[in-house]
């Protein structure tokens, strides 16, 4: 199996940036599609962000279009979320996962998740 680790996140502003990290070990992570997801306080874990396996095929909801990319670096089994323009309701903790398929937004589709990572963004 692939193990998942996620880091990066952090107390910030609204309108600062952060950048999330999810580091695999164990497996290729070209092999995954991986995806990102939050759960707020007191709220259901959500889709964020998703990308194929080769990272030509992203995936944002409508949340956070336009101000959060997904990428990835197969080289260095990393994924990537850059977080801009944070608003207040940003605020969960962050998930990555992985999934067999090439590429999905849907959470019973992902298979192996990492610990997840607090972002808080005060106003």
């Known amino acids: 199996q692939v193990q998942l680790v996620e880091s990066g996140g952090g107390s910030v502003q609204a309108g600062g940036s952060l950048r999330l990290s999810c580091a695999a070990s164990?497996?290729?992570?070209?092999?995954?599609?991986v995806g990102w997801f939050r759960q707020a306080p007191g709220k259901e874990r959500e889709f964020v962000a998703s990308?194929?396996?080769?990272?030509?095929?992203?995936y944002t909801a409508r949340s956070v279009k336009g101000r959060f990319t997904i990428s990835r670096d197969n080289a260095k089994n990393t994924v990537f979320l850059q977080m801009n323009s944070l608003k207040p309701e940003d605020t969960a903790v962050y998930y990555c996962?992985?999934?067999?398929?090439?590429?999905?937004?849907?959470?019973?589709?992902?298979?192996?998740w990492g610990q997840g990572t607090q972002v808080t963004v005060s106003s």
């Open positions: 996962a992985a999934t067999g398929r090439d590429v999905s937004w849907r959470e019973y589709e992902y298979s192996y």
């Open positions: 990308i194929s396996r080769n990272g030509g095929d992203t």
């Open positions: 164990g497996r290729t992570l070209s092999n995954y599609g």
